[in-house]
């Protein structure tokens, strides 16, 4: 139940996640954010 925030401003890309269902951040949306960052 991830539904992530998008945000592309000219050369700059801000990803938001978050769990719904847990209303928060779990494991599993810190292991996104690292993944998304080792991309960057």
Same mark, same amino acid.
């Given at each position: $139940?991830?539904?992530? %925030? &998008?945000? &592309?401003i000219? $050369?700059?890309?801000?990803?938001?996640?978050?769990?719904?269902? =847990?209303?928060?951040?779990? !494991? /599993? %949306?810190? !292991?996104?954010a /690292? /993944?998304? $960052? !080792?991309? =960057?």
């Amino acid at each position: $139940n991830h539904h992530p %925030d &998008i945000m &592309i401003i000219y $050369n700059t890309v801000q990803l938001s996640v978050t769990t719904h269902d =847990a209303g928060g951040l779990t !494991e /599993k %949306d810190f !292991e996104l954010a /690292k /993944k998304v $960052n !080792e991309l =960057a």
